[in-house]
C-alpha cells in the first residue's frame, strides 16, 4: 500500500505525554479519515476532516491537504487512549472509489 | 438509537463452504460497506451499497459478492472459502456516501 504511510507503527508513552501519529499519502483527496481500533476490532471514526484543524476532547486532527499530511494529537494521553489509530481516505483507484487506510498505529500508553 | 449491528460474531467454516455475514445499519442510513481486515494485509474494501445499488468494489475476486435490502440491511456471500479468507469482516453505515462512518464489532470468519 504505497498510497498512504503512517508512522510511527509502533509507539509506547507514559501517561500524561502529547502524542502524535502522523499519515502521508501520495494521491489527491478530498477528505481523510482517523479510526480507533480497541482489542475485539471495534472501529470508531474519530474525525472525517478536509481542511485545517478539528477537536474534540484530548484529541486533535489537521490535515495540509496540498502537502499531503494529516496528524493525529492527543494531549494528556492515558492508558485508555491505547488502541490502533488508523487513517484512511476515499480514492479513485481508476476502477473504483474505495476507502484506502494506512496500515494503523499501535499506541499504547502506560500508567 | 442502535448501532450497526453484525451477525454472526463469531463463525467457524471449512474449505470449499459458503458463508452469508449480516449487517444491519443504523436506523436512516443508506449506505453500507464492507470491509475485510487481515494481519497481513490490514484492512481492505470489499464494497459499497447505497439505496439496494453496489456503488463501488474493491479489488477482490467474484467469490465475494453482496446485497442490500429495501431496509437497508445488508448481507455478504463468499462462497467456496479458501484459508485465507480466515478475518475479521466489518461493515459500516453511513447517511449516505461520503459522510461519517459507524462501524459495526465484526465477525471473525475462520476457515479451517
Known amino acids: 500500500k504505497n498510497e498512504v504511510e503512517q508512522s510511527p507503527q509502533n509507539l509506547t508513552a507514559q501517561e500524561g505525554e502529547f502524542i502524535t501519529i502522523n499519515c502521508s499519502y501520495s494521491v489527491g483527496i478530498s477528505a481523510l479519515h482517523w479510526l480507533q481500533q480497541h482489542p475485539g476490532g471495534g472501529i470508531v471514526s474519530l474525525f472525517m476532516?478536509?481542511?485545517g484543524k478539528k477537536k474534540h476532547g484530548r484529541l486533535i486532527a489537521t490535515i495540509n491537504i496540498q502537502e499531503k499530511h494529516s496528524s493525529l494529537h492527543i494531549t494528556a494521553s492515558h492508558p485508555r487512549d491505547s488502541a490502533v489509530y488508523i487513517c484512511?481516505?476515499?480514492?479513485?483507484?481508476?476502477?473504483?472509489?474505495?476507502?484506502?487506510f494506512g496500515s494503523g498505529t499501535q499506541l499504547t500508553v502506560l500508567p | 438509537k442502535a448501532g450497526v449491528t453484525q451477525t454472526p460474531r463469531y463463525l467457524i467454516k471449512t474449505r470449499g463452504q459458503q458463508v452469508t455475514l449480516s449487517c444491519s445499519p443504523i436506523?436512516?442510513?443508506?449506505?453500507v460497506s464492507w470491509y475485510q481486515q487481515t494481519p497481513g494485509q490490514g484492512l481492505q474494501f470489499l464494497f459499497e451499497y447505497f439505496s439496494e445499488t453496489q456503488r463501488n468494489k474493491g479489488n477482490f475476486p467474484g467469490r465475494f459478492s453482496g446485497r442490500q435490502f429495501s431496509n437497508s440491511r445488508s448481507e455478504m456471500n463468499v462462497s467456496t472459502l479458501e484459508l485465507g479468507d480466515s478475518a475479521l469482516y466489518l461493515c459500516?453505515?453511513?447517511?449516505?456516501?461520503?459522510?461519517?462512518?459507524?462501524f459495526g464489532s465484526g465477525t471473525q470468519l475462520s476457515v479451517l
Open positions: 484512511a481516505f476515499p480514492w479513485d483507484s481508476g476502477s473504483a472509489r474505495q476507502l484506502t
Open positions: 459500516a453505515s453511513s447517511f449516505r456516501t461520503g459522510l461519517k462512518l459507524f
Open positions: 436506523s436512516g442510513h443508506r449506505s
Open positions: 476532516l478536509s481542511s
